[in-house]
């Protein structure tokens, strides 16, 4: 609140924001505009959740019964493979980074575009090509080798659309580096005057480190899957056993980016909720700089991790003790962020608005899949429960609970400032009960079938894990609803929705402070000169205990 | 990296200045060169633990390639880059001629390096030496010398296509620099693609001694 | 501004053209250096020597073509950062072969042909 140049237009008649600024086609399809490629990543990244969530609706349609009775085991195969490729790739890889991201990263530094804009239009090109080719692949008959490709099955064995599938993720990792790209260089050189390092929103600090991932990792797996389409149409050996190649190494080479990749999609989620904890406490982040830090650290401790997928692929014991120490060293970073969460609501005047109640549910869902993932890192627990549910209940509890309650968290939050208008407020609360229930009755019986010994990916069991499937069914469908929701009536407020304020939540940031609602196409009035550190809630303390925070900061 | 180039200003709108315009471009591209990095890297790992797993058989498959068309191919890609670099320089004191000139000398020693790389290539082909159904080493057909192959041709396949995208947009600069291109982002693209090109030279430079060279001393 | 960036460039804009000259000849003396010592037998040293000479090279045309020496310190970031993760790649990749054998149960996959 402290430079008065921003607010000074007035505001009689309707202004030209990024909506407004042109209705045409072309206007869409051409936009160099950060906050319109924002709003087509939003659009498509929504098509293809709900495209994986049809699949995940299958899956547990089958599972409801012992009984192979729904689908064949092939066609079963193949549901899961879509459903992971679909949510891995087409979903959780550019959810966050490619609508929030692209939309708040450049206003919340100051700077009136991205500093690539056609790049960074060109990635979204390239996200929507790849994704029309696998989903290509898809409708043309699917593949079947689980979205690890693991060879020699998919290089050699398997009997679907593996090669045409493995060029759609070979294209979208494209669309990940240009991203990476893009938002390395704005934080870099886009920074607003007076906008230093330690004054950027931690959600900056979260899209910067899953930038440096992205540029790290996804040419490796764009290498790796070119090499696999290659052994897969011309047999040039480099995978295959029989000329002496060898398939773990395509292991390797593959989780070198599938780890990585894991933080590619919870780094901007803890990135959100960093935002959202400060705002609905009204409190300082606590610990600003050891979050911003710790984003830093998961981004290189999580290239040094990989083999802990490969504890039972034949990699010599050795390395394996070796990952699965480094394996442990992830948590702490991961639990600095939640241990700082938790500090900066404690003594903070926490409001449960909608996001906050999606925040609340990230922080025990996040806690209860990292916890479990130290027990996965363990060399000799993982023997146990290697492949087994248990797994797929540890990666959804990150990346369901984790990393999709804080796109929906941050999407409600956000929504005000994208397009003008309010949601209503006791239907978003409903539905974020709803999500945290139907996720936990879905998925915390998978822990527990898991540590029973049911293995993943088939398409039937034994009667005695009916109950326990029975129940992660039908929370599946309350899941949906909860899913349905939102989109319901999110669409609804667009045309019937009462219009934002400038600052609904009154929060701090740029895009609050400072950019009006909804953006104009430069996103300020005029640059805004940044003079306080972020989450400057400082103002309901006591002068002292306010300086004495900004000292600490 | 060509985003300045559509627009008709020399600066950008989203910019504030030609010098944040340039930074950002610098570091754009060293971005882009590290995913390069890691892009071959991939294929340096696979080429690391095959070599450590088969000597024997690297080195017998390693002398069938031709290192006097190897060692001349070296020679004339670091030339290519010498060239690049005099244009690169031409383009910082607004020398149209010499930058046309100098980014032509590069082109074309970078296809001479494309020439004898099909040379090479085709003398493959003859000798049955493609991974493949139909590999053939000293009659027999594949084993692990097939991996050598298979990593020689990704490599520099890899490599060549680099190659053939870095003459393209070499061709483009030049009818920009003919056109009077010389603002501040024009010169800057001239640097940006002096990188590019080194970059692909700096490959090329790990390259010749990993698969050329080294069952030489035999 | 641009005219600063100008001057930064005359400061070795001058010495440049035999600068690069150098440069080029050194690295023409490192590939005939490469050949020779390829030609000759080191005994385990042979992989390590052709390795020092092309590093050797790449610094050459990383600090003067492609100018990081003249460079601000996040360009010197980016520059390294990709060797480095290369490193992590190769060098955990390469931690699980060279200790697979250490381990008597476990036969070694890569030695069947």
């Given amino acids: 609140m402290t430079a008065p ?76 493979t879509m459903h992971g490729l679909v949510m891995i790739f087409f979903f959780l890889v550019p959810s966050i980074p490619g609508v929030l991201g692209n939309f708040f990263v450049p206003i919340m530094i100051g700077a ?37 490709f693991y060879a020699p099955y998919s290089s050699t064995y398997a009997n679907s659309n593996v090669a045409l599938t493995a060029v759609g993720v070979f294209i979208t990792g494209f669309s990940s580096i240009l991203t990476g790209l893009n938002i390395i260089v704005t934080v870099h050189k886009m920074r607003a005057p007076g906008m230093t390092w330690f004054r950027m929103p931690l959600f900056v600090w979260a899209h910067y480190a899953t930038s440096v991932i992205m540029i790290l990792g996804t040419p490796v797996l764009a290498i790796t899957i070119l090499l696999l389409a290659l052994e897969r149409l011309f047999h040039i050996g480099i995978f295959d056993p029989k000329l002496g190649g060898d398939p773990v190494l395509f292991q390797h080479l593959f989780w070198f980016y599938s780890h990585p990749a894991v933080y590619i999609m919870i780094l901007p989620a803890m990135g959100v909720i960093s935002e ?257 550190e972020a989450y400057a809630y400082a103002d309901d303390l006591p002068p002292e205990e306010s300086r004495t925070q900004a000292r600490l900061v | 990296m060509s985003d300045s180039h559509g627009g008709h200003g020399a600066l950008a709108h989203h910019f504030e200045d030609l010098e944040q315009q340039r930074e950002a471009h610098t570091l754009g591209m060293w971005a882009f060169l590290v995913t390069e990095i890691l892009f071959f890297g991939g294929l340096f790992a696979a080429y690391v633990v095959y070599r450590s797993a088969y000597p024997e058989a690297f080195a017998n498959a390693s002398n069938q390639l031709d290192p006097v068309l190897g060692g001349i191919n070296t020679a004339v890609l670091i030339g290519s880059s ?91 600069l030049s009818v920009l620099a003919l056109k009077g291109r010389f603002d501040e982002p024009g010169r800057n693209a001239v640097e940006m693609a002096g990188l590019y090109w080194h970059f692909v030279d700096l490959v090329w430079i790990f390259l010749f001694p990993l698969l050329y060279l080294l069952g030489r001393h035999q | 501004m641009s005219a600063s960036h100008d001057a930064a460039h005359a400061d070795h804009g001058g010495a440049g053209l035999k600068l690069y000259f150098a440069v080029f000849a050194a690295l023409l003396v490192g590939t005939w250096l490469t050949v020779w010592v390829a030609g000759h037998d080191f005994g385990v040293w042979n992989t390590p020597i052709a390795l020092a000479i092309a590093c050797t090279k790449a610094a050459l045309v990383l600090l003067y073509f492609m100018h990081v020496r003249w460079s601000s310190r996040v360009v010197w970031m980016a520059a390294a950062i990709g060797f480095v993760f290369l490193a992590i790649l190769l060098a955990f990749t390469v931690s699980d072969y060279a200790t697979r054998e250490w381990l008597e149960i476990y036969s070694a996959p890569l030695k069947g042909r």
């Fill in chain 1, 5 to 80: 140049s921003a607010s000074a237009a007035p505001s009689f008649a309707p202004r030209d924001n990024y909506l407004t600024a042109d209705y045409s086609w072309r206007s869409w399809l051409l936009t160099v505009d950060h906050k319109r490629i924002g709003i087509l990543y939003l659009l498509s990244v929504t098509g293809f959740f709900f495209l994986g969530g049809l699949f995940a609706v299958l899956l547990r349609l089958e599972l409801a019964t012992p009984q192979g009775d729904l689908v064949q085991a092939e066609t079963y195969n193949k549901l899961f």
């Fill in chain 1, 112 to 148: 009136k575009d991205m500093a690539f804009p056609r790049l960074n239009l060109l990635s979204w090109y390239v996200y929507m090509i790849g994704g029309l080719v696998s989903f290509l692949a898809i409708i043309t008959g699917g593949v079947d080798t689980g979205w690890t």
């Fill in chain 1, 276 to 532: 959202l904890v400060a705002a609905f406490s009204r409190k300082r982040i606590f610990g600003y700089s050891f979050v911003a830090f710790s984003s830093l650290a998961i981004a290189v401790l999580g290239f040094l991790v990989w083999g802990h997928h490969m504890f039972l692929s034949g990699q010599s014991v050795y390395a394996g003790v070796v990952f699965s120490v480094l394996s442990f060293l992830v948590a702490i970073p991961s639990a600095v962020k939640v241990f700082n969460w938790s500090a900066t609501l404690y003594k903070g005047s926490v409001q449960l608005s909608t996001p906050m109640m999606y925040v609340i549910g990230f922080l025990g869902l996040f806690t209860i899949g990292g916890l479990t993932g130290l027990f996965l890192a363990c060399l000799g627990l993982d023997v146990h429960v290697h492949d087994t549910y248990f797994v797929v209940a540890h990666f959804h509890y990150i990346m369901v609970g984790g990393a999709v309650m804080a796109f929906l968290g941050g999407l409600h939050y956000w929504w005000p400032k994208m397009f003008g208008k309010m949601y209503p407020e006791a239907l978003g609360k409903f539905s974020a009960v709803v999500v945290f229930i139907g996720f936990n009755l879905t998925f915390f019986p998978q822990f527990l079938l898991g540590y029973l010994g049911m293995p993943r990916r088939y398409h039937a069991y034994p009667e005695e894990f009916g109950v326990l499937n029975v129940l992660s069914s039908a929370g599946a469908s309350i899941l949906g609803i909860g899913y349905l929701l939102p989109m319901a009536y999110l669409l609804w407020s667009l045309r019937y929705g009462p219009e934002a304020e400038q600052n609904p939540w009154g929060a701090k940031g740029l895009e609050w402070e400072k950019a009006p609602t909804p953006p104009p196409t430069f996103n300020f009035d005029a640059t805004p000169i940044v003079t306080q």
């Fill in chain 2, 82 to 172: 010498f060239t690049m670099v005099l244009a690169v320089h031409a383009a910082q004191q607004r020398r149209k001629w010499a930058i046309f000139g100098w980014l032509w000398t590069t082109i074309v020693l970078g296809t001479a390096f494309l020439g004898v790389k099909y040379v090479e290539y085709h003398h493959k082909w003859e000798h049955h030496l493609i991974p493949g159904p139909n590999f053939l080493f000293e009659g027999q057909p594949g084993g692990s010398e097939q991996l050598f192959f298979a990593l020689y041709f990704s490599m520099t396949g890899l490599h060549a296509f680099h190659m053939v995208i870095g003459a393209g947009i070499l061709i483009w």
